[in-house]
């Protein structure tokens, strides 16, 4: 028999047992693939493994997870938290933490070549004859 790790609020186990429900899994089956998946994802540390998460996402036919660059301010500070331990040993520098955020160089050109693209071919943006892009009128 396993232990006990702690209580939870009454709304919240029917919310579990709901969702468990729904997909005809037992609460205690549920909550222990749930918590499985989140330790998976994110491999004892303090930052999500996207990578992984987004392969999951894949083979479940959902939308995919991408790593657009946000531009709210909140958005940007819940990653850099994230992503910030709070031992001393595992700081991270400003470029680092850039890196973490917004991927590297590479990654955030991929990423705005590939949004460019996916744009034109919904024919909201058209490239230029400069070599830029502009909006279309649509």
């Given at each position: 028999m396993g232990?006990?790790?702690?209580?939870?609020?009454?709304?919240?186990?029917?919310?579990?047992?709901?969702?468990?429900?729904?997909?005809?899994?037992?609460?205690t089956k549920y909550v222990r693939q749930r918590?499985?998946?989140?330790?998976?994802l994110f491999e004892c540390s303090d930052k999500l493994r996207?990578?992984?998460?987004?392969?999951?996402?894949?083979?479940?036919?959902s939308p995919t997870i991408t790593n657009e660059l946000e531009t709210p301010d909140s958005d940007i500070a819940n990653k850099v938290l994230a992503n910030l331990s709070t031992d001393e040993s595992r700081a991270l520098e400003r470029e680092e933490i850039r890196e973490t955020v917004f991927g590297s160089q590479k990654e955030q050109l991929e990423t705005i070549e590939k949004t460019l693209r996916d744009l034109n071919e919904r024919g909201m943006v058209e490239p230029a004859f400069d070599g830029g892009y502009i909006k279309t009128d649509e």
């Open positions: 232990r006990s790790i702690g209580t939870l609020p009454d709304d919240y186990i029917d919310r579990l047992d709901e969702e468990a429900g729904a997909l005809g899994l037992s609460r918590l499985e998946a989140g330790r998976l996207t990578e992984m998460l987004t392969d999951l996402v894949d083979q479940d036919g």
